[in-house]
């Protein structure tokens, strides 16, 4: 009898509408006996319910939302069924006639499955347009297209996935876990070996977004001032037709200049002088000095713009193991202060892709900028909005900043072999050590009177230094016999070849290189350490030093230690005075975490802890276990790296630097 009476609720569904008891304070026994029958049915069909919930057909979540059979009970007491929800076409039949037929997999049930209903919502209300007796637009063609992928089954008789749910499923598996695309396509090898030989599945990444990339809405661009939109009747305005603002600004520096507290400033390097030979900006410098002698009618318009280009190479990846070289290209304006030039106002005008690096065909990227730099040394009316007026703004590239490798790439002047230096260029001594492979020469530079020129033993043997540094470099006919690779693409700037400085190296890459050369060589890192087998073969071949010289020792080749090494004790114990260094807060990053006491080693310095190390830590870190002579040697260029970046210095500081440093260096 109870499943008799069971079978006459699901076909009579009055007790729907009869919730309530005549006083309306509690909820029927008939009703509940409907939903708890009705609970039934919907578990029944298994195709209907997601994990242990069912579409709640409550007048609150009027099927929109999943609960399970509890909550879903609990919400029929207390809000009733959805209006007019007699079909209970969302839990497993279509109509109340159908009762009598027998349950049919889900597979003939006429409904479709949610990637369907997902493509079908994204195309729109209306589609019976796409129905029509003709060939389909390309918006109703990509549609179908994704269709067919949703009803392709992954291979003959497979129940579970179609072709466009495996894809999603795997891209969604590649998001939430950050795969690369190797990654990918290496799991999408994996998974299709596994499958039978005729599933339908992308081979790849490339093929896996071209299917999914069909679903992306579309979007529509609007620009905006804070008064107004540039749509619909006004889209085609030149400026806003409230506050008089324009919709476009010509230039990058036009963009800039509109800012009244930037546009203030541009004038800054003419009227805040500091007194003479304090350097503390570039208009402080000889190479600003140049260009106002050499082009009056530039100089004459103090807001005309001067600016310098920066460039490296790096891998945005992160991953050591991962080759990858990419190159963003930087402009600055130097008529800021100092604080402003370097981080408020930064363009970046080239993202130059990898994976390798451009080497000197850098030319090609640099093109656009090339002309847009030629473009405004010669035209350019701009509005100063600090002064209110018009003018014609100029701009000219001063100078470039790089590491050696990427002088190479922009100057067109090999930065390898025996010619590598720009300076010296075909005037160079230098020679190839046999072993090492390096060049080397360094006394030419010292003065006339250094005892370093007379030593014939301990820089090379029997041979003595005259030659001074080689002279200015000569520009008319240079290039013929050199190290040239190509004419670089700025000499294409009608001022170049009057700039008195057309490239920089970057301190900071140069005293890290120097830093950990240093350090390594000191501390006698396995592998990093300068003082190795080869270098000590070219001091015998070269050098008259003894006491340096590798012997046999039964059957194992001994190299003697150097005064300039620590012993394993020392290192030791430099390791563990770092560990417990502290620094002010934000001086520094916490260098102690970067140090391994079980080998003795630091890891992960970056370039700002190397510039703390070199100029701060290197003179007090050794002063007690090197001898006075080597100390002073590691002292003075800490010194000299500590100078040249001070954010004011006087200019005699670097005229001592420039005739003692050289001595540094030989030694």
Known sequence: MEGLYSRSMLVDRSWMEQRLESHGCSVTQQFKKGVEHFMDFAYSNAQFVTGATIKCPCHKCTLLKFQDRETATVHLYLWGFLSSYTAWSEHGKSSTSDVNEPDVPRDN?????????MEIDAAGPD????????????????FFELVRCADEPLWDGCQNHNRLSAVSLLMNVKSDCNMSESCYNRVIYAVKSMLQTDASFPDDFYQSKKMLKKLVLSYVKIHACPCMLFWKEHAEKKKCIVCGHLRFKKGKEGRGKARTETAKYMSWHKYDRRPEGVLTHPCDGVAWKHIDRVSP??????????????????????????????WPVFVTPYNLPPLMCMKEVLFLTLIIPGPQSPGKNIDVYLRPLIDE???????????????EQNFKMRAILLWTISDFPAYGMLSGWSTHGKMSCPYCMENTKAFTLKNGGKPNCHRQFLPLNHPFRNDKDKFFVRRVE?????????????GKDHNWTKKSIFWELPYWSTNLICHNLDVMRIEKNVFEN???????????????IKSREDLKRYCKR??????????????PKAQFALSKSEIRTICEWIKQLKFPDGYSSNISKCVNLDDCKLYGLKSHDCHVFMERLIPIAFREMLPKGICDALTEPSHYFRDIVLQSCMFNIYTHWRKTKWKYYAN
Not at 109 to 117: A, D, G, L, S, T
Not at 466 to 478: A, E, L, R, T, V
Not at 518 to 532: L, P
């Open 109 to 117: 049930v006429q409904r479709e499955n949610r990637y369907r209903e």
């Open 546 to 559: 003894p006491n340096l010289n590798m012997f046999t020792q039964g059957s194992k080749l001994m190299k």
């Open 466 to 478: 005259k030659s001074g540094h080689p002279p200015p470099q000569k520009w008319p006919g240079y």
């Open 127 to 142: 589609l019976r347009e796409f129905f029509a007796k003709e060939a389909p637009n390309s918006n109703a063609a990509k």
């Open 518 to 532: 240093v350090f390594n060589t000191v501390m006698d890192v396995k592998g990093k350490t300068k003082d190795n």
């Open 373 to 387: 730099l030629k473009m405004l040394w010669d035209d350019g009316v701009t509005f100063d909005v600090s002064r």
């Open 297 to 326: 009618s530039f100089a004459a318009e103090e807001r005309n713009v001067r600016l310098g280009l920066s460039t490296d190479g790096f891998n945005p990846f992160g991953h050591i193991s991962v080759p990858y070289s990419c």
